[in-house]
């Protein structure tokens, strides 16, 4: 499946952890990126930590989730004291992109990344004006081999950015594999 190395197109992999769901109301706290050719071979990871205000970290971590959860709060909120602001992180990641795939279409990837892309719409817009507006959700796949083949891929639910990415390119991966 290997394709040349001049690539005019990549995918820029990305997994958010948020406070919660709602664009309007939560904030982004942790974020990891990985960009890959065609073949999902990664060639460049992107990891960073957006401070939220304790107050809405408070107000919006709260619920079954969470409660089901607990490693993973407890990490995310340890965590926010080391975090940089929303737009120094948002710069951060526009360089990595920028670096990486230089003047390269780049197309949005992950599980049901339609939710990341609101929060990616409203705390980085510059970012989000760089991406193509076609994107490659996984769960597409997921869907479809769920509730058509009855066929289930396992990955692990960490809740932590850059494991979830990773999760989600072998998942791609295996999906690939099936069919071929």
């Given at each position: ?31 990891a ?25 408070k ?11 607990r ?5 995310l ?5 080391d ?35 609101k ?8 970012l ?20 058509a083949?009855?066929?289930k ?28």
């Open positions: 499946m290997a394709r040349k190395k001049d690539e005019k197109s990549m995918l820029l992999w990305i997994d958010l952890e948020m406070t919660g769901l709602s664009p309007e109301e939560d904030r982004i706290l942790e974020v990126a990985i960009i890959t050719d065609w073949d999902l071979e990664e060639k460049a990871t992107y990891t960073g930590i957006v401070k939220v205000d304790e107050k809405i970290i107000s919006r971590m709260v619920g079954e989730f969470w409660e089901e959860n490693e993973s709060y407890e990490a909120v340890a965590q926010n004291k975090g940089k602001a929303a737009a120094t992180i948002e710069k951060e990641l526009l360089k990595f992109v920028d670096k990486h795939c230089k003047k390269a279409t780049v197309y949005l990837a992950g599980n049901s990344i339609h939710q990341d892309q929060f990616i719409e409203r705390e980085w817009p510059k989000n004006k760089r991406l193509h507006y076609r994107q490659l959700d996984v769960s597409a796949w997921k869907i479809y081999f769920e509730n083949l009855g066929k891929f396992l990955k692990p639910e960490n809740h932590r950015a850059l494991d979830d990415i990773r999760g989600s390119i072998e998942e791609l991966k295996w999906y690939l594999k099936t069919i071929s």
